[in-house]
Every structure is written in structure tokens, then in C-alpha cells.
């Protein structure tokens, strides 16, 4: 277990490793895209089953892992199985009896994970097997589990967090309409709407970092980065005075400018903007020739800058 | 179910929806890119069993269908179970006792699929229960089975397709080399090589169409069309006279003057050529100021052109 261990935090950026094949796993089986699902709650028993596998591909992939003789895994000449749950524990077939296991777990509800090891053995186990002959490991045998990260945090599941109104809002936003690029559009206007930063007594506030699976899953559609780059039209957010900042051009100079999160590729922040008026003292950026400060929610809203 | 028949033939290219679905579907599952796997022999039971959630989750979104009330699909108003099986036949649950069913199959080695609907009876189901409590349809029900697709081609499988001694050299091309591209590069290379065009008593042959998929199952790395843009450098295939067409700039063209299939978006045709010499009749194009033709097998590799 030591050498095993020790192979794993010989990887740098480890625990962003796991945190980021988890997030890729539960994504890639909730399918978001073609089925507009955010919750692993909504996955059917088919799929809860199959995101074990899918974890255990990525998580291979990720490290470079080769197959094992008996297990999963070989890791530093030893074989290591492979075991997710995103129930409370693990279920060990009696195959593994006797060797080490990767366990991992995540709660994208909590946005926690943990990863560790353990070697299975009749005493870390639960005394009774279930319908698949299978034991759960024991909360005195969770004693025994050798942690690699013990409180991780997944990268957000952004429509998981949102406020069941802001979300509920997002998916209705297309209601009535059909076919065409529409619906996916006016749903992308309305998570930009609701995600926008603006300015409060703290500072910029009230709006959260958005990710391509999060436009993907809410445009249900393949072109997802086009409905972004629309959003910002005049006719869709434009005219509310919202802009939407990528990785590119000005937009990281933009968003430092006004204290906002700077997004990475494949990222975007929005953001309501205001004239600023005469000797306001808030972060100011210069567009189109004219000078902007993040809105206040009591603001009415005005026009953002053509082109940024 | 004449209703639900006729939806589905009201779709223009119904048929090559479902070859494509079919595609997508099993090519998700195998997960070439991490897997190196292109044999839904390799499935485990899990994935086996995910690959009929897969297939019910891209068709809906392929033919933009509704959720039912009890079923999978709503269809014309009905309410419609969408099942697929890799093997001989469909199994049932008792839940779909009197509903219709689109049933699906694929078999990738014989790269043939089919596609019907049936109202589920107990006399089209055998006798028989499964571990699963599911009845399979039975040969005399299979005589119920109205064909929307009776003997479908499905897309390539390229991989599949191969000899074994040409699969096995292009997954050996990287033994020994560990680490960096050099082992996703040796291995696209060979790859080209074997699928290679070039002259035949009977014209253009021995070749093979190359998709994106088969690319990234050989790669077995995120940027595996760079790996394809590469394999054309003289230090790869370059010197050894073979092109690699795809479906940019000359390259329709320099393929259609050869006489070589077209390829889309996503897929590629190489070709070892030769120079074309004095009276040669064969098909001939003029690359980097030099006149060339389609090498015969016997030619002694020479090199292809620099730019094309």
C-alpha cells in the first residue's frame, strides 16, 4: 500500500487529477448535451452502474495506468482495483479479496470526493452480502482506508447549485418555442441572465463562473459556443446591458479590470454593466469609447458597449 | 403502429439516421480514444448493458423524440419502448406487455444493423424467463416485426475490418517507445501505411477510407488529427512516397483526378504515389511541380511531395 500510495502522490497535481476525472465521468454518462441533464439522481440504475466503469476508464486514462494481472490496475508492480460509489460505501466482489483497492466516492450534491486505498479483507467488511453477492467495506473497515484526498472538491456542477427558481427559469426560457436554434438560444440568454455578476456593498457579486459542459447541456444543441457568442448580440443580452467574457482578446484584461473571475478556455463569466457616472469610485473599464462600472441590481438596465 | 411507422419514414434519411446513431452509440461505449478498443467483443457486462441506454439516449436526440408516458418515446402521440441488442434478439420486460417497441440491433462484424417496430403480445415472446425476469422475442414473433430497416449497412468499423496481421502491426509500431507522442505517431503511421491506396490491375485499390474515430482509437491521445497533419512530414510518410488526403484545399481534388473515394469532413484517404513516367496512361496529377500517379505495389518507395 505504501508503494502504491507513494506512486500516486508522485503525480503532481493529484488530487486535481481525481477531482477532475470525476467531473468528466459524471458528466460524460448524465450526457447533458443530448438529454439536458445536470442531477445523478436522474441517472437510471443502468447508468449509476455503468459510471463505476467509466470512472475506472478515465481514472486509467488519466494516470496512464496498465492493466493489472487479476485487478484493474497495475500500479508500481502491484495490482489495484478500481471501485466508485456515489452511495455512502463500496461494494467489494470477492475476487478482490486480499487486494489493494482505489476507492473513490463523489457527492456532486456536496461538491465533495474523496480517493483512497485499502486492502480488502474479511474484517473490513460488512457481514452481509448483497443481491450481487457482494460486501460492502464496513465503517470500522472505512478506518482502515489509507486517504490520497479525504475532503476533495469537485469542480461545480453549475446548474446542480443554481437556486431551483434561477434553474427552473433557464429550462422554460424556450417554452412554446420549436425547432430552429430559438430554443437553445433563449435558454443560453437566460443562464447568462441569471449567472450575471453585478455590483454589491461587497463588491462584485451575485454571478458564478460558467463551463462548456453548463452551456452545452443548457443549449442542448451542437453548436453551443455560437449561442454564447449570439448571446452577446444586442438583440438577446446586449440591450440589458449584459456582457459575456471568455479566455480571449480583451475579456481576461476586461474581467481583472472589474474584480471578476478570470475565466480558462472553455469558461465564461457574465457581467451587467452600467455607465459610470461622474465621480463613482467603483472599478472602471473602457469600451467602445465609453466607461463602464459593474450595474447595481437596482439599476436600470441600459445598453452594454457593441463591441468588447 | 402504422402511425408510429410513418413518422419515422416521414424523417428524410431515416435510414442513415439510425446507421449513424448506431455508430455514435457503440463507438461511445468502446471509448477508442482511452480504451484503445475498437471490438464491442471487449465490452464488459456493465457496458454491454449501457450501450442499449446509450442507444435509446442518442436516438432521442437524433430524431428529436419526446418522453413517453409509461414508454421511453413519445412517437405520433404513442407511447413507444426503445430496445437494442448486440445479440440474437430482443429481451422484454413485463412492462411493455401490450406496448410497441422500436427494436434496434447492430452487429459490427458483420457491419449490418436492423430497426422495427411490434406491439409486445405474450405470443410473440418466448416462453422462457431470463435471470432478469425478461422474455426474449421469440423466432415466430420476429415474423410480427414491422421492418423500418431489414439489412442496414452500418458505418465501417475500419479496425474491425482489418486483417489481423495489419490491425496487429499497427498497434505494435509503438512497442518499445514510452511516454511523449511519439508512440500515438508511430502508431497512426502505420496505420496509413496499410491502408495505403495504389495501383491495381483493376485501377485504385487496396485502400481504405480512415474516420476520426479510428484515429483517435489508434492515437489513443487528445490531439490525434495533429497526429494525422504530422504523418504527412517527410521523417514520417512522406518519404516513403504516401499522401494523406482529407477534405481541405487541393485535396478533394488531387483525390478525385487518382480516382480515390472523396473524403468528408473527419476522414482521410492515403495513397503511395510514384513518379509518373514518360507514357505512363494512368491517371496522373501535378504536385509541387511534379507529375504523379498511384504507385504500384512492386514501385520502390520514392518520395511524395513536399506540399500538397
Same mark, same amino acid.
Not at 446591458?241 to 478556455?265: F, S, T, V, Y
Not at 472553455?266 to 459610470?276: E, H, I, M, N, T
Given at each position: 500500500m505504501a508503494e502504491v500510495a507513494a506512486w500516486f502522490r508522485g503525480n503532481s497535481d493529484m488530487e486535481k487529477h481525481f477531482a477532475s476525472l470525476l467531473r468528466q465521468s459524471i458528466d460524460e454518462v448524465l450526457d447533458g448535451q443530448r438529454t439536458g441533464r445536470f442531477d445523478v439522481k436522474k441517472l437510471d440504475k443502468t447508468e449509476k452502474t455503468y459510471l463505476g466503469t467509466k470512472v475506472e476508464i478515465v481514472a486509467r486514462a488519466?494516470?496512464?495506468?496498465?492493466?493489472? !494481472?487479476a485487478m484493474d490496475y497495475d500500479i508500481a508492480g502491484h495490482d489495484v482495483d478500481a471501485k466508485f460509489t456515489s452511495e455512502r460505501t463500496w461494494t467489494i466482489p470477492k475476487e478482490a479479496m486480499g487486494h489493494l483497492c482505489l476507492v473513490m466516492s463523489a457527492n456532486d450534491h456536496r461538491g465533495r470526493f474523496e480517493v483512497g486505498l485499502i486492502r480488502i479483507a474479511d474484517n473490513v467488511l460488512r457481514a452481509g452480502y448483497n443481491q450481487d *453477492? *457482494?460486501? @460492502? #467495506?464496513?465503517?470500522?473497515?472505512?478506518?482502515?482506508?489509507?486517504?490520497?484526498?479525504?475532503?476533495?472538491?469537485?469542480?461545480?456542477?453549475?446548474?446542480?447549485?443554481?437556486?431551483?427558481?434561477d434553474r427552473k427559469a433557464i429550462? !422554460?426560457?424556450? +417554452?412554446?418555442?420549436?425547432?430552429? @436554434?430559438?430554443?437553445?438560444?433563449?435558454? #443560453?440568454?437566460?443562464?447568462?441572465?441569471?449567472? /450575471?455578476?453585478h455590483r454589491t456593498p461587497e463588491g462584485p457579486g451575485g454571478g458564478r463562473m460558467v463551463d462548456r459542459t453548463t452551456t452545452l447541456t443548457v443549449a442542448s444543441q451542437q453548436d453551443s459556443p455560437k449561442r454564447v457568442r449570439d448571446a452577446r448580440l444586442p438583440q438577446h443580452l446586449g440591450r440589458?446591458?449584459?456582457?459575456?467574457?471568455?479566455?480571449?482578446?480583451?475579456?481576461?484584461?476586461?474581467?481583472?479590470?472589474? @474584480?471578476?473571475?478570470?475565466? +480558462? *478556455?472553455?469558461?465564461?463569466?457574465?457581467? !451587467?454593466? /452600467?455607465?459610470? /457616472?461622474?465621480?463613482?469610485? +467603483?472599478?472602471?473599464?473602457?469600451? +467602445?469609447?465609453?466607461?463602464?462600472?459593474? /450595474? !447595481?441590481?437596482?439599476?436600470v438596465p441600459a445598453p452594454a458597449p457593441a463591441e468588447y
Open positions: 488519466a494516470f496512464g495506468l496498465g492493466y493489472g !494481472r *453477492k *457482494k460486501r @460492502g #467495506i464496513s465503517a470500522q473497515g472505512r478506518q482502515a482506508i489509507h486517504w490520497l484526498v479525504s475532503n476533495g472538491v469537485l469542480p461545480a456542477n453549475v446548474l446542480l447549485s443554481l437556486r431551483d427558481e429550462f !422554460r426560457a424556450s +417554452d412554446g418555442y420549436r425547432g430552429g @436554434g430559438n430554443g437553445g438560444q433563449l435558454r #443560453i440568454n437566460e443562464l447568462f441572465r441569471r449567472v /450575471a455578476f440589458e446591458g449584459i456582457i459575456i467574457l471568455g479566455h480571449q482578446g480583451r475579456h481576461p484584461e476586461i474581467a481583472r479590470n472589474l @474584480g471578476l473571475p478570470l475565466p +480558462d *478556455k472553455g469558461s465564461w463569466v457574465s457581467a !451587467r454593466l /452600467a455607465s459610470a /457616472a461622474e465621480g463613482n469610485a +467603483d472599478p472602471v473599464v473602457q469600451l +467602445d469609447g465609453r466607461r463602464y462600472v459593474l /450595474a !447595481r441590481e437596482s439599476d
